[in-house]
T-cell receptor, first 114, second 119 residues
Framework: AQSVTQLDSQVPVFEEAPVELRCNYS??????LFWYVQYPNQGLQLLLK??????LVKGINGFEAEFNKSQTSFHLRKPSVHISDTAEYFC????????????FGKGTRLSVIA | GAVVSQHPSWVICKSGTSVKIECRSL??????MFWYRQFPKQSLMLMAT?????????EQGVEKDKFLINHASLTLSTLTVTSAHPEDSSFYIC???????????????FGNGTRLTVT
């Protein structure tokens, strides 16, 4: 079984400042990792994913994440945030085989302050 | 890209009535769809896996007689909340993978969710 821990439930940050949203996972097998963003009363939009290869993954909207196997982490970063980045961010994992559902972390609310 | 459409986006119903939520894959066929439930300011919890042409698989603690799932075609899955009560008020989201993408390990595509309020 897999589990995901997002250490920060809320992260306030000033506009144009950098941000890091933390994600750690636990699994007895290798996993694929994802970050999704959710705007109010909407579904989830994929930001980026790590399946294999380079551990630094670039996604949409200027976000990137780095997979660290030894630390079982997949932290999300952006060098300069905008007001429009205010949203809920979810880290998720899935096992590497089969059409299986994602297991989500509890989410991190990013609030960008003008 | 792959699109999942969910309808309605919001619904208000009276206690004791039933509500049907539809989830459609618009440009791909999905033999499997996943239904999640999200309480305010909380994460997404998997409710059930909907399988085309067969019974859905429910997660532990989810009442299958209360949350009826029907996956009648390769592009449509429905979730019916039967005899709804205020505690069923929540945000319900469906998702599916596009089999044309890299592999079954491609990301899930999500509908925009349905906000259910039971009065």
């Amino acid at each position: 079984a897999q589990s995901v821990t997002q250490l920060d439930s809320q992260v306030p940050v000033f506009e144009e400042a950098p941000v890091e949203l933390r994600c750690n996972y636990s699994s007895s097998v290798s996993v694929y990792l994802f970050w999704y963003v959710q705007y109010p009363n909407q579904g989830l939009q994929l930001l980026l994913k790590y399946l294999s290869g380079s551990t630094l993954v670039k996604g949409i909207n200027g976000f990137e994440a780095e997979f660290n196997k030894s630390q079982t982490s997949f932290h999300l970063r952006k060098p300069s945030v905008h007001i429009s980045d205010t949203a809920e961010y979810f880290c998720a994992v899935s096992p590497p085989s089969g059409n299986t559902p994602l297991v989500f972390g509890k989410g991190t609310r990013l609030s960008v302050i003008a | 890209g792959a699109v999942v459409s969910q309808h309605p986006s919001w619904v208000i119903c009276k206690s004791g009535t039933s509500v049907k939520i539809e989830c459609r894959s618009l440009d791909f066929q999905a033999t499997t769809m996943f239904w999640y439930r999200q309480f305010p300011k909380q994460s997404l919890m998997l409710m059930a896996t909907s399988n085309e042409g067969s019974k859905a698989t429910y997660e532990q603690g989810v009442e299958k007689d209360k949350f009826l799932i029907n996956h009648a075609s390769l592009t449509l899955s429905t979730l019916t909340v039967t005899s709804a009560h205020p505690e069923d008020s929540s945000f319900y989201i469906c998702s599916a993978r596009d089999p044309r993408q890299l592999s079954y390990n491609s990301p899930l595509h999500f509908g925009n969710g349905t906000r259910l309020t039971v009065t």
